[in-house]
């Protein structure tokens, strides 16, 4: 492997289209390969252990090398590597659908399964739409969703996304989607408490309802911590309020558990376990099968389907995939739900929680550090450089560029997303493995903030 690195670097810069490419990257050879792993760490190229910080991209959460994964995958593909599920159905997808019903909330037992989280949201978007055509409603399909939401990226899910900067040159369905201010307590205005803010962030909704009609409006949209616009956590009570809104003007509650779905937060799902609310229909992926196997699911409450079942109308939902209920992802989400079971996972998450977010606000000690916020083994850390002069946005890139690669090097992976390193370590940590997480991850900003002190382009105040 090592012998052919440069071969191989130059076959992914010539060849291979990354995920969110600058195109002013685009044949860039200098990426690290990442070629093994086991347990919480990942192996680069030249054998070098990182901690694998973000968990994939929230997704990793029994840990990497699980054999019983991987046997359930091969086995199945040796069974029944595929089959269609237009015409025909499978036994394990059969199943799996049955164990997601036992552990939704409320009523959503109807399960559609789809490639992964973006198709799983664009499942819930057309269905809604669906739904409203067959209750003879076709103008009620405006999503009201929220600045810094990330609900995908296919096109659909895309125009339901909020992060401003993944807007700047693609197209989107903008007549489709209503966007809300920020939800974030740290951008709060000055001086506004906590409870005030609640109100004006409940008044958003309510007032966005009023302007365009609730007779045009179909759906909220909304992840329970908004993942990748930072990890944000919004104020205690706001996913209540807004479903209470939601109920009063008779208009649907998404619930995007993409991230959130399958333990990040100590729970199979965390709408009504931690948020208290239970939502009309659910989307969820990554942690559905631990990213072993491409796969996510749409799941959908009974009184949305009773709506339109049986109508004489002969509607088709005419949404589906050359993929849905594969039966090789299908048994790798059975597998890793039983790891979660035997190895009562959730337990785990709960017992070291406290001391994953002691350890992440710790670092607000920092001077770079202006904000930390998180939940479950979620984690952000938002660093503020403004030195009064040229582009501090421009800056901040640079500041999660520049500690990401600070991290790597002592051994850690994370996510930088523009200012705000992310964490989302696999459920598997241990406590002094967290203690090692972070560790890093303080050496990592301060070094970067060394650096830009030394370079004249910020000073703590």
């Known amino acids: 492997m090592q012998s052919n690195i440069e071969n191989l670097r130059q076959w ?88 997601i019903a036992h552990i939704t909330p409320g009523d959503l037992n109807s399960v559609f399964f789809t490639t992964g989280g973006s198709t799983a949201v664009d499942t819930a978007i057309r269905f809604v739409q669906y739904r409203n055509n067959v209750l003879g409603q076709p103008a009620k399909k405006k999503i009201i969703s929220r600045q810094k939401a990330y609900h995908g990226s296919t096109y659909l899910a895309a125009t339901m996304s909020g992060k401003e900067r993944d807007k700047g040159w693609m197209d989107q369905a903008h007549e489709l989607v209503h966007f809300l201010p920020d939800v974030t307590p740290f951008n709060r205005p000055e001086g506004m408490s906590i409870e005030r803010f609640l109100e004006s962030k409940i008044a958003d909704l309510e007032n966005a309802i009023l302007r365009l009609g609730a007779d045009q409006v179909a759906a909220f949209i909304a992840e329970p911590i908004l993942a990748s616009g930072g990890v944000i956590v919004p104020p205690a009570g706001y996913h209540q309020r807004c479903l209470e809104v939601c109920r009063r003007h008779n208009i649907l509650y998404i619930s995007d558990e993409v991230v959130t779905g399958f333990g990040r937060l100590g729970h199979w ?16 992926a990554k942690g559905l099968t631990s990213g072993y196997m491409p796969m996510g699911a749409c799941i ?15 509607a088709s939902f ?49 001077p770079i550090v202006g904000d930390t916020r998180g939940m479950g083994l979620m984690g952000g850390v938002e660093c503020v450089v403004n030195n009064g002069s040229g582009d501090p946005l421009q800056l901040d890139k640079t500041v999660g560029e520049r500690i990401d690669a600070h991290c790597q090097a002592l051994g850690l992976l994370v996510r930088p997303i523009i200012n705000t390193c992310v964490i989302s370590p696999p459920l598997v940590i241990t406590h002094a493995q967290i203690d090692t997480l972070f560790n890093i991850l303080e050496k990592g900003i301060q070094i970067a903030s060394d650096e830009l002190i030394a370079e004249g382009l910020w000073q703590p105040s």
């Open 12 to 99: 992914d810069g010539q060849h291979v289209l990354h995920p969110w490419e600058n195109s002013d990257y685009i044949h860039d050879t200098s990426r690290t390969f990442i070629e093994k792993a086991q347990g919480i760490f990942v192996y680069s190229e030249d054998g070098r252990e990182l901690i694998d910080g973000p968990g994939g991209m929230w997704c990793m959460q029994v840990g990497y090398g699980r054999s019983e994964i991987a046997s359930a995958i091969a086995e199945q593909a040796m069974t029944l590597g595929y089959v269609s599920a237009f015409n025909n159905s499978n036994s394990v997808s059969a199943q799996l659908a049955h164990k």
């Open 269 to 284: 799902f965390a709408s009504e376990s931690v948020f208290d609310i239970v939502p009309d229909i659910i989307t969820s």
């Open 300 to 314: 959908i409450s009974d009184h949305l389907i009773q709506e339109v079942a049986n109508t004489g109308q002969g």
């Open 318 to 366: 005419s949404n589906g995939f050359t993929y849905s209920c594969h039966p090789v992802s299908a048994a790798a989400a059975l597998a890793n739900i039983e790891i979660f079971e035997q190895e009562d996972l959730l337990a785990h998450v709960r017992e070291i929680t406290p001391h994953f977010q002691q350890r992440l606000h710790e670092l607000r000690r920092l």
